[in-house]
């Protein structure tokens, strides 16, 4: 599964309402994926719903040496795949951040994705966190 940026945040903070949740799809899954812009998306969002800033940051770091979740780094020609996906979808307010996990989940196969965002059953994939 991919573990996009409300996945995050719902797994490590207990007050979301979709924790339980997060956490038992979380426990569920066999392989997890994230990448570069999510972590850069997660500080933001961590500090826009008041998280202290050194849990949301060591968090992030975390996740850098952790062997059980993949972390793929956006390189210019992801970057520019989600750039075309989202000249191609005009009228979704996809953000670049999900685009480029819509690439990602294609290339890899992938359906799944620990997150709250509707945007990713406009794309097709199975949103597991409602």
Known sequence: MLIDTSGFLCLIHKDEPEHPQAVQSYTDGTS???HSYILDEFVSLAHAR???????LKFSRNILTD?????VWVDAA????????LEQRPDKSYSLCDAVSFVIMRERGIANALTKDRHFEQ??????LK
């Open 32 to 34: 997890y994926l994230t």
């Open 67 to 71: 062997n059980s979740i993949e972390l």
């Open 50 to 56: 008041k998280l202290p800033r050194e849990q949301s």
């Open 123 to 128: 794309e097709g994939f199975v949103r597991l």
């Open 78 to 85: 992801l970057h520019e795949s989600a750039l075309s996906l």
